[in-house]
């Protein structure tokens, strides 16, 4: 599993370095039933900070990164953040696994054929898309270290604080 996903990406990052998605770009959608059965749309979170993180059971840093990401749900989803977690591991007994050993309470869709993955094209796992109030692609994190947590932290910060009236560069 870890050669296809790996050989996915490197396909997907030489074949389409053109087409990598980058700030200001309207995100692909997502379009699929999250652990709850209830179909993720991008449109109907306009107006709200998403952010969307490609991660895998196999993936260290994605270990690391999860329990940060959790905080940042608990602590501003009242203010506007909606956390989406897209999974690509090919067997859902590893993902269920992972979440049983580090249990999360944001969204999470399984993404087995890595149809999302291949929309967005991430470079590394994890890799995480701010979707600001206003619709439109904000930032690109990839990968994950501890010192991370700050800046992504602060990109969420940065977000909420604009209102999708004055987030002039998310309507351009």
């Known amino acids: ?14 074949g389409s370095t053109a087409a990598a998605l980058k700030a200001g770009d309207i995100p692909p959608p997502i379009d699929m039933p999250d652990q709850h059965g209830k179909k993720v749309v991008l449109a109907e979170l306009k107006g709200k900070v998403v952010l969307v993180d490609f991660w895998a059971s196999w993936c260290g840093p994605c270990k690391q990164e999860m329990p940060v990401l959790e905080g940042l749900h608990k602590k501003y ?3 506007g953040l ?17 979440l049983r050993g580090t249990p999360v309470s944001f969204r999470i ?5 890595i149809t999302i993955a291949q929309r967005y094209e991430p470079s590394t796992m994890p ?7 206003g619709g439109k692609l904000r930032y690109i994190h ?17 977000l909420l604080a604009e209102h999708v009236d004055s987030g002039a560069r998310d309507r351009d």
């Open 1 to 14: 599993m870890r050669v296809r996903v790996f050989t996915l990406l490197v396909a997907l990052l030489v």
């Open 77 to 79: 989803a009242d203010q």
């Open 82 to 98: 909606v956390i989406v977690g897209i999974n690509i591991d090919n067997n859902p007994k590893k993902m269920n696994s992972f």
């Open 109 to 113: 869709v399984h993404d087995p054929k």
């Open 127 to 133: 890799s995480s898309y701010f979707i600001g109030r």
């Open 142 to 158: 990839e990968g994950f270290r501890k010192k991370d947590a700050a800046e992504i932290e602060d990109r969420v910060k940065g």
